[in-house]
């Protein structure tokens, strides 16, 4: 169990970009969405030792990271969400010198082990290449590799799917349901289909503050009879905009809008026109990070 | 190119200047240098420096171009390629290129831009240099400004700047910036300064031996980008007098100022090249267009269609196991990870054959005593270039170690590897050792340019040394290292707590250039002497041996240090960015202690050492504690005894015991003292050695107590005055009277550590014993010894001569006024050679202790003891005493020391000893003196003097011709205490060794001599500070080379006037006047004895005046040169000037080609017809020269028998010939 208790990072200016996070991560894969600048990468940062937050802990196996940040390095892997690596050396040296680094052995030795690990990522091909000739995906498929090394008792992956075609992101999605069975897999993306597909639970943040904090199924049942879709003018979609709740406008063939719009409470009626849709993962997303800021406590206290 | 859209990206930087910390860094240097300047220490080399003479001024166009040539050029070069070099570069790592491009800004655009925003505050903070330089030198309070500054011109500030610097930054900052376009790589910019500073202080600027041709040495000043070579080879190596420099422009002649806009040229040529580099470097490869066949045979890039599914190969199959590695593992991995990259860096490999290069280069330039040149072993080239090499290190690590720490964080790798469970300290300690490693590589490229070295100087002089790569490990490796590691782990702490590489590479040169200037004044120590700079010098024999625990201890303590910058650099180093809110919970006194705590053994380890390092260096022989003492012994005394009457030696009688392994020195002995004066003496002064111990004194065989300072006490009775023991006697000593002065003392020389290494002239050493009766550390020195305590505070200019000195009575310029005999009796180890004066008894052995008494057989003036475990070589009538390790040039010497003995007996008188011996010790100190009958050689001096080839001076057989000559120049001629009178001594042994060149070498290598004399002496001499030879005191600037190559010369060119045999006559009659006193001559007693001899007294007259007692020397010009005729015959018509001063009859050569020399011979000598021309001062002549051979130059003075200055342009090519009809 990955404990965080309330959480503030309070950076010069002041921006403050994390304003008292408290999470329970259980074993297994945990989604933390959150649109750009909700916080999820300062979280990142504090939960793999590299940032010091202003207040708050993290307790991981009863030791608190904060205080004690070398103790989560000892089992973490990590694949952050921007990286590189030393581009003289190929991915089978890099990847060798960061076993060595995290004290990673198999029976095999540490040369077959990378060889192995980079076939998993489906790297195998180029072990032998400069990482400095990596595309921008056999980066990040490197990176995945050293981030599962030694089956570390804490993965944190940021955006891990950012580059990765449609083939290579079923296939990280397989390690990772694979490695969240005995562990705590944390994954930090704004992509809401990827922890539809993999988290039994998720949270959201916006502005710092974790908004939501529940399982898929609650968040869509949150939704029931509150979604509605319909086609809405292009001229027309600012004014409407203003008078309900826009979670997503599509313009279709140039002129018109696929709208979708939320109301407050389940039974009240949408906009003329509109229909009853069924709610989707993400609706519920876009309704929480869309919804007025006042409301924010309490909407992560009802879709707790 | 839109200047509109350069000007955009240039205006970035500029804006943002004023706050980057490089300028400011580089601001503050120069600020603190101007300032610096303004004391006058670092100035052109001209002027008199003593009480009334010319000065220098601080403010004059030739001294500012000094200062702002050498200033510029050692420290810009540094940050305008750091900030030229590298904003292309991260515009490309930050991927803003990709945005940039996307606007109508070209590549061309952007390149010229980043270049104008780096110069344009590169040539304002110079501009600010410049204008500090100016109120520095002309505002600042100085001491006697109206001597030291010169009205203000303006363009004495600007000119220097526009003429040598603008060239130099412009050619670096864009030689920068097309090296880091080109390569990529951020060391290859930061290379680019180190190389400068390679090629240009170290080699380019004092480079110039006597035979480089002029043709070559142009070419080199015209290769240097600093124009600071033209400036010394063309205006301040030949000193032209203050005047000239105080108020004349500076000049270039067209090809320097070609050269210097070529410079500014080619760094703005720079620019397009760079852009065409960067261009070149973003272009795909895969423009030419591929039979679409071929490429079926090449995977793709990706790989993921020729992958099959992993479905069912799971994690779990590869039994993975963590074991957290210790700090160890950690730091074998980071330094191995360090030091692949680092030796993948194209910069390492094309920085290290710029190091083996200069290590060569400098071993062949470098000269010792007496211009000769050193037979280098590998210990000595160790020593030799280990200043260069550290420096060189110590820059190189500093980028490297800025570029380790900041390159995950360049290459987006930092957060993978922070994350890592690694302990931070290893990692650092891993990146710390890399760097030092690194140098490793370095060291070996400089061992191979040693290599080189030897190999070079065997196939040249036959002479191969022995192999010792174990000085290498010694001096580079064990003791050079820790230099390194205190240095990257300093540079590491900075760089963690300012985490700015700017800022970093600021600090880091600041406290480069802080210790350069404490080294300059002199505050460094054992304790500070971090870098040990200038701290070793080499001694084949004593092979360091004599620093010792001093050595030992600094070096403990740069470990220690280094060990307590890691663990700092550890807690500052970013792997966790600290939250700025919580600083106060991290200085809370708990956390704060509890930090202490875990410091306090590294703090309390490296305190020790520094407190202990420090005491010694105080309390040692050279330490603050002596020093006061010494200023104690000069104040007490000097108005008193400075000019009182000395006593002389009458006969003298000791027992002197030695135990090198413990430094230590019993001495027991009497003193037979005597009054040679007319006037009676009722004190009698001895100075004793500092620290000796149990020192008892008899008077008469009635031992004395000294009287407390303020005690009366009836004669004769004894006063300790701050270390000059004096005896007031009961009946003034006058007549024949004497007294017997007895003491007994014991004492450990030298005692203690040096304060920061360097040399020392005696010692009782395991390697060898020096000591000297002329300082007071082996027996007391009769009378005040007026060099002692001199120091920056208490010295005094030296009083002008006066010109009548030589008229009295002139007391003896050292010793004893009487020469007396002298039995000492020499106890040592065993197995040593102990050589003194006299004729040595038969020696007694017991246990390990050798006992031997040496008699005089000819009255002594002064005395020594010297020696070592030295092997003996006998020649015909002389030995030499030398360490096993320097067998090769003995038989040169002894050839010289039997040819000296022989001929110099004939030449000048017979030589009374019985014996003649030369002692070799280690150099410590590089010198020769010629006691009577025991010569000592530091072993650099011969021993170790490269022989030279056949057609070149032998300067093994010169410098022992020379030494020896010192037994009648110096030991049977003692010249007096005057002016002039140590020119009666060196220049007359300079003489000697040019007659004996002359008899056993032949005409061509004498006069070859002649002209590495005239070279050094050109070279050397400070024009306002000379004075005619009989008024050189030997206190001014430049007075060495007047009393040595000078003096050697006129005595040289008073023979050929005179003619041989008359001036021997007058020299034999000479010492037969002077060899006992009691009156001392001085030159005017020399000439006076010689014109006796001449055949034409007038001429005699005019001659002296002119070498002797005036300062005027010629130098040559030709001009207007024209050559007609043919078949046979050929007329060169040209005008000659003597640019210089004096009146002389100088003969004008037209040489023609040089016929081909058969193999094997020397080259014959050229056809040539002589002109005689006599010219005066400022005068031109027309002359003529008719010949029968083609002409192809004009040579003045072809057969080197007028000394001149600049004689290399004292020659002139000769246009081809017209045809005209002769006359």
């Not at chain 1, 004014?239 to 039974?267: K, P, Y």
């Not at chain 2, 210790?326 to 991995?333: D, E, I, K, N, P």
């Not at chain 2, 006593?647 to 003298?652: E, F, I, M, R, S």
Request: aromatic share 10%.
């Amino acid at each position: 169990m990955l404990t965080v208790r309330e959480l503030f990072k309070i950076f010069p200016g002041p921006v403050a970009a994390l304003r008292g996070v408290s999470l329970e991560i259980p074993n297994g894969l945990f989604g933390l969405l959150g649109p750009n600048g909700a916080g999820k990468s300062t979280l990142m940062g504090i939960l793999t030792g590299q940032l010091e937050p202003t207040a708050g802990s993290v307790i991981l196996g009863g030791v608190d990271i904060v205080a004690d940040p070398d103790a989560v390095r000892r089992s973490l892997g990590y694949l952050p969400q921007e990286f590189g690596f030393y581009p003289d050396l190929t991915g089978r040296k890099m990847l060798e010198l960061l076993l060595t680094l995290k004290g990673v052995h198999a029976p095999g030795g540490r040369r077959k082990l990378a060889l192995e690990l980079l076939d998993r990522v489906n790297l195998g091909h180029a072990a032998d290449r400069k990482v400095g000739g990596y595309s921008g995906g056999m980066r990040q498929r490197l990176g995945l590799a050293q981030a599962i090394a030694g089956s570390p008792r804490l993965i944190i992956v940021d955006e891990p799917t950012a580059g990765l075609d449609p083939e290579e992101r079923h296939r990280f999605y397989r390690l990772l349901a694979e490695l969240g069975k005995d562990r705590i897999v944390l994954l930090s993306t704004h992509i809401v289909e990827d922890v539809a597909t993999l988290c039994p639970r998720r949270a959201i943040l916006r502005a710092g503050r974790v908004v939501a904090d529940t399982t898929p199924s609650a968040a869509r049942a949150s939704m029931d009879g509150r979604v509605f879709e319909g086609m809405v003018p292009d001229g027309d979609l600012a004014a409407f905009a203003a008078r309900h709740r826009v979670l997503s406008a599509i313009l279709v063939e140039g002129t018109t809008n696929r709208v979708r719009t939320s109301v407050a409470r389940a039974g009240e009626s949408g906009p003329d026109g509109f229909r009853p849709a069924s709610p989707t993962l993400e609706d519920a997303y876009l309704d929480l990070i869309r919804g007025p800021l006042g409301s924010m406590g309490a909407a992560a206290g009802a879709a707790a | 190119m839109s200047p509109r859209r350069v000007l955009a990206v240039a205006a970035v930087d500029w804006k943002a200047a004023w706050k980057r910390p490089l300028w400011l860094m580089l601001l503050a240097i120069y600020v603190l240098l101007a300032i610096g300047m303004v004391g006058g220490n670092v100035r052109i080399g001209s002027g008199d420096s003593n009480a009334g003479g010319a000065e220098a001024w601080i403010n004059s166009q030739f001294n500012v171009a000094f200062l702002i040539g050498n200033l510029v050029a050692l420290f810009a070069p540094f940050f305008a390629a750091i900030a030229t070099g590298l904003p292309v570069l991260q515009d490309l790592d930050r991927k803003i290129d990709r945005i940039l491009y996307g606007t109508p800004l070209r590549p061309s655009e952007h390149v010229a831009g980043r270049f104008l925003g780096a110069t344009g505050p590169l040539l304002a903070v110079t501009g600010g240099f410049i204008v500090a330089l100016m109120l520095a030198l002309q505002f600042w309070p100085i001491d006697n400004p109206e001597k030291q500054r010169g009205p203000f011109v303006v363009a004495n500030f600007l000119w220097p700047a526009t003429l040598l610097s603008l060239p130099l930054l412009l050619a670096v900052s864009g030689g920068a910036l097309w090296l880091g376009a080109r390569t990529r790589s951020p060391l290859a910019v930061f290379l680019m300064p180190i190389g400068v500073l390679i090629l240009c202080p170290i080699l380019l600027w004092n480079w110039s031996p006597e035979w480089l041709p002029w043709g070559w040495n142009r070419a080199l000043m015209l290769v240097d980008p600093t124009g600071v070579r033209w400036l010394n080879e063309t205006w301040l190596k030949a000193d032209r007098g203050v005047a000239f420099y105080n108020t004349q422009p500076i000049v270039p002649d067209a090809a320097f100022a070609a050269s210097r806009i070529a410079f500014a040229l080619v760094g703005l040529a720079f620019v397009p090249l760079a852009t065409r580099s960067l261009v070149r470097g973003k272009r795909t490869r895969d423009e030419r267009r591929l039979d679409p066949a071929s490429l079926a045979s090449i995977p793709p890039a990706g790989g993921a269609s020729a992958v099959a599914p992993v479905a069912g190969r799971r994690l779990d199959g590869l039994a993975m196991e963590t074991r957290v590695p210790g700090s160890l593992a950690a730091f074998r991995t980071v330094l191995g990870s360090e030091l692949r990259i680092l030796l993948r860096s194209p910069g390492v490999w094309l920085f290290t054959p710029l190091i083996a290069l200069q290590v060569v280069g400098s071993s062949f330039a470098s000269d010792l005593w007496l211009d000769t040149r050193p037979l280098e072993t590998f210990g000595s080239l160790a020593t030799s270039s280990f200043n260069t090499l550290t420096l060189l290190l110590i820059l190189l690590t500093l980028f490297y170690t800025v570029e380790s720490m900041v390159r995950e964080e360049r290459l987006g790798f930092a957060p993978v590897f922070r994350a890592t469970p690694i302990p931070t300290r290893a990692m650092l300690a891993g990146k710390i050792t890399a760097n030092a490693g690194l140098a490793l590589v370095v060291m070996a490229a400089t061992m191979l340019g040693c290599l080189v070295v030897v190999a070079i100087q065997w196939a040249s002089t036959g002479t191969l040394v022995p192999l010792e790569f174990g000085v290498f490990v010694k001096l580079w490796g064990v003791i050079l290292t820790p230099t390194l590691l205190v240095w990257s782990a300093f540079i590491a702490l900075v760089h963690g707590l300012v985490r700015n590489r700017y800022a970093t590479w600021g600090i880091g040169l600041a406290v480069l250039i802080a210790t350069g200037i404490l080294q300059l004044w002199g505050y460094l120590n054992w304790a500070s002497n971090w870098h040990l700079w200038n701290a070793l010098v080499w001694s084949d024999i004593d092979r360091l041996g004599f620093y010792g625990t001093s050595l030992v201890a600094n070096r403990l303590f740069m470990l220690s240090l280094a060990a307590l910058f890691l663990t700092l650099a550890a807690s500052a180093f970013p792997r966790r960015v600290r939250d700025p809110q919580r600083t106060i919970d991290h200085v809370r006194p708990k956390p704060v202690l509890l930090g202490l705590l875990r410091l306090s053994p590294l703090v309390a380890i490296a305190l020790g050492l520094g407190l202990w390092t420090w005491i010694e260096s105080r309390t040692g022989f050279q330490g603050a504690v002596l020093r006061r003492e010494a200023r104690d012994y000069r104040k007490r005394n000097d108005a008193t005894f400075r000019d009182a009457p000395v006593p002389a030696l009458a006969k003298v009688d000791a027992a002197v015991e030695v135990d090198p392994a413990q430094r230590r020195l019993w001495v027991s002995g009497s003193y037979v003292i005597r009054n040679p004066h007319a006037e009676p003496m009722t004190r009698i002064p001895l100075t004793a050695g500092r620290g000796w111990e149990n020192l008892a004194w008899t008077l008469d065989g009635v031992p004395q107590k000294p009287v407390g300072k303020d005690d009366f006490a009836a004669p004769p009775y004894l006063e300790d005055r701050a270390g000059l023991w004096t005896f007031t006697l009961a009946e003034p000593l006058e007549g024949d009277r004497t007294i017997t002065v007895g003491f007994a003392f014991d004492a450990t020389f030298p005692a203690g550590w040096t304060r920061n290494g360097g040399g020392v002239a005696e010692f009782i050493l395991p390697s060898g014993v020096v000591l000297t009766s002329f300082s007071a550390n082996f027996m007391p020195a009769v009378g005040y010894l007026d060099g002692i305590g001199v120091d920056d505070r208490n010295a005094v200019d030296a009083k002008d001569p006066e010109p009548e000195a030589w008229k009295g009575l002139t007391p003896p310029a050292f010793g004893s006024a009487w020469a007396f005999d002298l039995r000492m009796t020499v106890t040592g180890p065993a197995d040593w050679e102990l050589n003194a004066v006299g004729v040595p008894g038969e020696p007694t052995i017991e246990g390990d202790r050798k006992t031997v008494t040496w008699v005089t057989d000819h009255p002594v003036r002064f005395f020594n003891l010297a020696g070592g475990p030295l092997v003996r070589n006998d020649g015909e009538g002389s030995s030499i005493f030398h360490s096993p390790r320097h067998p090769w040039n003995i038989g040169t010497m002894t050839e010289a020391l039997d040819a000296s003995r022989k001929h110099y007996s004939e030449w000048f008188a017979p030589y009374p000893r019985r014996d003649l011996r030369l002692t070799e010790f280690p150099s410590l100190a590089n010198y020769a003196q010629g006691f009577p009958g025991n010569i000592t050689f530091s072993e650099s001096i011969g021993f170790r003097t490269r022989n030279a080839k056949d057609d070149d001076v032998d300067l093994v057989f010169f410098v022992t011709a020379h030494e020896a000559a010192h037994q009648w120049w110096g030991n049977m001629l003692m010249p007096g205490r005057g002016p002039g009178g140590n020119i009666l001594s060196e220049g007359m042994a300079n003489f000697s060794s040019a007659l004996l060149t002359l008899e056993k070498r032949g005409e061509t290598a004498m006069r070859k001599m002649l002209r590495q004399w005239e070279d050094s002496y050109a070279n050397g001499r400070v024009a306002d500070s000379e004075r005619p030879l009989n008024l050189t005191t030997g206190t001014r600037p430049g007075d060495t080379t007047v009393t040595y190559d000078k003096g050697g010369w006129a005595f040289w060119m008073l023979l050929e006037h005179m003619g041989r045999e008359r001036n021997l006559a007058g020299i034999r009659e000479f010492i037969a006047t002077y060899r006992d006193g009691p009156d001392y001559p001085l030159i005017e007693d020399f000439l006076a004895v010689l014109r006796k001899h001449a055949a034409d007294p007038a001429a005699f007259d005019t001659f002296a005046t002119q070498w002797f007692l005036r300062v005027l020397v010629p130098e040559f010009r030709f001009s207007d040169a024209t050559v007609t005729g043919g078949d046979g015959s050929w007329r060169v018509a040209a005008t000659v000037e003597n640019a210089g001063t004096g009146t002389v009859e100088v003969e004008i050569a037209a040489e023609g080609e040089a016929p081909e020399g058969s193999e094997g011979k020397e080259a014959p000598a050229p056809p040539r017809s002589i002109a005689r021309v006599t010219l005066a001062a400022g005068e031109r002549k027309a002359f003529e020269v008719t010949c029968s051979f083609p002409p192809k130059r004009l040579v003045a003075d072809p057969d080197v028998r007028v000394l001149q200055l600049r004689r290399k342009l004292a020659e002139l090519t000769l246009p081809k010939a017209t045809v005209a009809a002769m006359p």
